[in-house]
């Protein structure tokens, strides 16, 4: 079983920034779509971010140009790199892992964006 854990998460301003983690177990971790998503209060779980095993990149429309996704196989990371955050980014972020029998999240991180 592949379990992750996120790390990372807080309170920040308007404008700052945030690096989240998300470290897997597993020795294969290589072989997998790594994605983040978030859920806000009311609203549903979207997709933030994810990176395929060859680290090709997809990004929300609201996200792009402020968030990076990137990945280490050899720790077994993948990283969500968030600059210029605004208070509509305030949600719960969820590390997700995609292949083969897997399709894992992890327990979610809360990002809270406010003066």
């Known amino acids: 079983q592949v379990q992750l854990v996120e790390s990372g998460g807080g309170l920040v301003q308007p404008g700052g920034s945030l690096r989240l983690s998300c470290a897997a177990s597993?020795?294969?971790?290589?072989?997998?779509?790594m994605g983040w998503y978030r859920q806000a209060p009311g609203k549903q779980r979207e997709l933030v971010a994810q990176?395929?095993?060859?680290?090709?990149?997809d990004y929300a429309d609201s996200v792009k140009g402020r968030f990076t996704i990137s990945r280490d196989n050899a720790k077994n990371t993948v990283y969500l790199q968030m600059n210029s955050l605004k208070p509509e980014d305030t949600a719960v972020y969820y590390c997700r892992l995609r292949g083969g029998v897997y399709d894992n999240w992890g327990q979610g991180t809360q990002v809270t964006v406010s003066s």
């Open positions: 990176i395929t095993t060859g680290g090709s990149t």
């Open positions: 597993g020795s294969i971790f290589r072989s997998y779509i």
